[in-house]
């Protein structure tokens, strides 16, 4: 088929032409004398990327799971316990993976397109008076189901109980799309991947670490090498790797870092908002739903949308992907087959997202799914101008 192939999963996201073309390099030196002159700044601008004033943030050749595998094997013990709550694939790993390590998780299985029970949680911190609870675990963006908890919330409950447990915080969804300030939420360890905000290939996993978590870390913990942070911190601190590291990524990372800052975070973060507020129009013009239970849920970076009943999402996603050439979100676990999926997220325009959403209509409209053509795209298109207008306006 002719024509470009649209990109409308909530990972990995588009790569603008300016991080390919800072790719686009010959292999180099990771061991030259100059490399720090350029990693050193790198290393720099990701903590304000994470809006981490102190600590550090580890680059490790790797994903978003590697960034958890090394949070767990670096900052708890065999035995320790910790909170968390399952409302949607990817929590639900971050549990299973904790399992595996023989941790003790108190796990809080939640309505799918709900997010993080605050109040669960607080009366499980409050009911821990023996402080045996050592980490709280928050899945910031649920990418399964669309939606977004309150990260603020939990550090909140903490400080109120005076309970020492750190706070985990998944934001690989999030970080670089949705609003996020790990050192004034009290996040420990937020945990990032390259192919969503960042606006990458897969292939890096970023974990912002507070200097808390570095200097309370378990002397007698798991044993680890790849992802150990004292091996990390010895060769960072002189801008080398202990290993060989993704250059060529970390290139890629220089120039998206670059766009982003030139945006502006505060902007970046306001742009998703207004984008997936088009999506949430269209998805109501429709007359169908999202899988976020409440309004409060909805997430800025990818909505999942609820086919009526008697209707497989897998035919709407076919449809796109063979005929039309869009790729969608599936449906994963429990809501697979029950929503497709569509994400507005990093390298993103209005334009982008109306490809998406014509593109939903035609394989909805293929997949016998009842709506008015048109009504989505149109919901959209209004929702757009009237608030370009309004920012118009109001810069005047």
């Known amino acids: 088929m002719s024509g470009f192939k649209g990109l409308a999963v909530p990972?990995?996201?588009?790569?603008?032409?300016?991080?390919?073309?800072?790719?686009?390099?010959?292999?180099?030196?990771?061991?030259?004398?100059?490399?720090?002159?350029?990693?050193?700044?790198?290393?720099?601008?990701?903590?304000?990327?994470?809006?981490?004033?102190?600590?550090?943030?580890?680059?490790?050749?790797?994903?978003?799971?590697?960034?958890w595998e090394a949070t767990v094997a670096n900052l708890l013990a065999p035995g320790d316990k910790v909170l968390a709550s399952v409302f949607g694939q990817f929590s639900y790993l971050w549990v299973d993976m904790c399992q595996r390590f023989g941790l003790d998780v108190d796990a809080i299985d939640c309505e799918w397109g709900t997010g993080v029970p605050v109040e669960l949680y607080e009366q499980k911190l409050a009911a821990d008076k023996e402080h045996k609870i050592k980490a709280v675990l928050?899945?910031?963006n649920e990418t399964a189901t669309g939606v977004t908890s309150d990260v603020k919330a939990v550090r909140e409950v903490l400080d109120s109980l005076g309970h020492p447990a750190m706070l985990f915080v998944d934001g690989v969804s999030s970080i670089c799309s949705l609003p996020f300030d790990q050192e004034a939420w009290g996040v420990d360890v937020a945990v990032s991947g390259s192919q969503k905000g960042l606006m990458l290939p897969t292939g890096l996993g970023i974990v912002g670490v507070s200097q808390k978590a570095l200097d309370n870390r378990p002397?007698?913990?798991?044993?680890?090498?790849?992802?150990?942070?004292?091996?990390?911190?010895?060769?960072?601190?002189?801008?080398?790797?202990?290993?060989?590291?993704?250059?060529?990524?970390?290139?890629?990372?220089?120039?998206?870092?670059?766009?982003?800052?030139?945006?502006?975070?505060?902007?970046?973060w306001a742009r998703h908002h207004r984008l997936a507020e088009g999506c949430r129009r269209a998805v109501d013009a429709w007359g169908l739903s999202l899988c976020a239970k409440e309004p409060k849920w909805n997430s800025d970076t990818v909505s999942a949308i609820v086919v009526p009943e008697g209707h497989d999402a897998n035919d709407v996603i076919k449809a796109a992907y063979h005929k039309y050439d869009l790729s969608l979100g599936a449906g994963l676990s429990k809501v697979a087959g029950k929503v497709f999926r569509i994400g507005h997220l990093g390298y993103m325009n209005e334009l982008m997202v109306m490809q998406a959403l014509s593109g939903a209509e035609l394989a909805m409209r293929d997949a016998g799914i009842p709506f008015e053509s048109g009504a989505g795209v149109g919901a959209a298109v209004d929702y757009y101008a009237s608030t370009e207008q309004s920012a118009a306006l109001a810069a005047q």
Do not use: I
Not at 22 to 27: H, Q
Not at 34 to 53: R, S
Not at 237 to 260: I, N
């Open 219 to 268: 002397k007698q913990g798991f044993p680890k090498c790849f992802f150990d942070f004292d091996d990390m911190l010895k060769t960072n601190k002189d801008g080398f790797f202990p290993y060989t590291p993704a250059t060529t990524l970390l290139r890629g990372l220089r120039a998206s870092l670059d766009m982003l800052f030139d945006e502006g975070l505060e902007n970046v």
């Open 138 to 140: 928050v899945t910031h």
């Open 11 to 67: 990972g990995p996201t588009n790569m603008p032409f300016e991080v390919r073309q800072a790719m686009d390099v010959a292999l180099e030196d990771h061991r030259a004398p100059d490399f720090p002159e350029f990693t050193l700044p790198l290393f720099a601008d990701l903590k304000k990327a994470f809006k981490l004033e102190n600590g550090h943030v580890f680059v490790y050749p790797a994903s978003g799971t590697g960034g």
